[in-house]
């Protein structure tokens, strides 16, 4: 059994990791066919199914493996439209409960939607 301070270690790396699925999911929304980001996403998702093996979050463990199974081996996130739909609303709930958005991204509606501020000032 894991002690309390190993349980906070790992429930913060999820939280982290649960900021770069989603941070990936919204770069995918705009660029389906990003190979790199869709490796990113699936590397976080498994890491974030292990750490929550460890601190026995079912709900968490259940989420990132439906993200794994999801997204390994497609070329082309419109052919997961669906649950691509279901992953961006279980993590953005996840990470807008915990209060945070990707960098580009501002809080709206208890939803992570792109900040056009933050946009239109890296265009300059």
């Known amino acids: 059994m894991l002690s309390e301070i190993h349980k906070k270690a790992f429930r913060s790396e999820c939280d982290v990791l649960s900021l770069a699925v989603l941070g990936s999911l919204l770069k995918l ?8 980001e869709l490796s990113k996403l699936v590397q976080s998702a498994d890491t ?12 968490l463990e259940q ?11 497609v070329n082309d996130v419109r052919e997961k439209i669906e649950k691509f739909g279901i992953a961006f609303e279980q993590f953005g709930i996840f990470v ?3 209060g945070a958005c990707p960098k580009g991204y501002m809080l709206v509606d208890r939803k ?9 000032q890296n265009l300059k």
């Open 29 to 36: 929304a705009e660029n389906p066919t990003d190979q790199k």
């Open 112 to 120: 992570c939607v792109p900040n056009n501020m933050y946009v239109n």
């Open 63 to 73: 989420n990132a493996t439906d993200i794994v199974e999801s997204f390994v081996g």
């Open 48 to 59: 974030i199914m292990g750490n929550a093996r460890f601190i026995q979050d079912k709900k």
């Open 96 to 98: 807008s409960n915990q």
